[in-house]
């Protein structure tokens, strides 16, 4: 079992609609979370980061995290094709600085 | 603006030469780490430091070294370059602490030929 785990995809969803990214992960002690975008032949940018069980609001994303489950999804309103990208899940392992990364989910939003 | 720089952008380069590739950070972050990307295989962490002269192997290590001798900069250097070795870099760092954002540069494509 990988410690982060997406499904690769793609995901395709029309513009204007919600798009439900998930995230699973095996470290039951994980206390980070934090999701990425990376567009084609570029660097991971860094989109939200989310500590607390519950959700996280930033504009048209929001964040959700359930430690008992062990998951936390990204959610995107309104989507724009600008948002046609591939998202990656990180996790932050035990006390250590590292991230584990998910394989990345491609996010493809149809006009 | 405080950002993170790769150098240089692309490299080719031959089996067996020494390669180096700079990442330089202006935001005064101690934690900085060294990833590569493949397809198939996500990123995967190299070496990562949580300060000036401390260095620590990630996940695929082998062949690779850094240095960390000032808060700024961790270059990367491939010893003896292998066609495995062809992929992506990517530099990140972060500050110390609880929540360890990570900021990333731009990458490096290294193709060895």
């Known amino acids: 079992q990988k410690e982060v785990e997406q499904n690769s995809g793609p995901l395709s969803v029309p513009e204007g609609a919600i798009a439900s990214l998930n995230c699973t992960y095996s470290d039951r002690g994980s206390q980070s979370f934090f999701w990425y975008r990376q567009y084609s032949g570029k660097s991971p940018e860094l989109i939200m980061s989310i500590y607390s069980n519950g959700d996280k609001e930033d504009g048209r994303f929001t964040a959700q995290l359930n430690k008992a489950s062990q998951y936390v999804s990204l959610l995107i309103r309104d989507s724009q094709p600008s948002d046609s990208a591939t998202y990656l899940c990180?996790?932050?392992?035990?006390?250590?600085?590292?991230?584990?990364f998910g394989q990345g989910t491609t996010l493809q939003v149809k006009p | 603006d405080a950002e993170i720089t790769q150098s240089p952008r692309h490299k080719i380069t031959e089996t067996g030469r020494q390669v180096t590739l700079a990442c330089h950070q202006t935001w005064n972050h101690n934690n900085m780490f060294w990833y590569r990307q493949d397809l198939g295989h996500g990123l995967r962490l190299i070496h990562y430091s949580y300060g000036v002269q401390d260095t620590n192997k990630g996940e695929v290590s082998d062949g690779y070294s850094v240095s960390r001798s000032n808060t700024e900069d961790l270059p990367l250097t491939l010893e003896s370059a292998a066609s495995s070795q062809t992929s992506v870099y990517f530099c990140?760092?972060?500050?110390?602490?609880?929540?360890?954002?990570?900021?990333f540069g731009p990458g490096t494509r290294l193709t060895v030929l």
């Open positions: 990140a760092s972060s500050p110390s602490g609880a929540y360890n954002e990570q900021f």
């Open positions: 990180a996790v932050r392992r035990g006390n250590t600085g590292k991230l584990i």
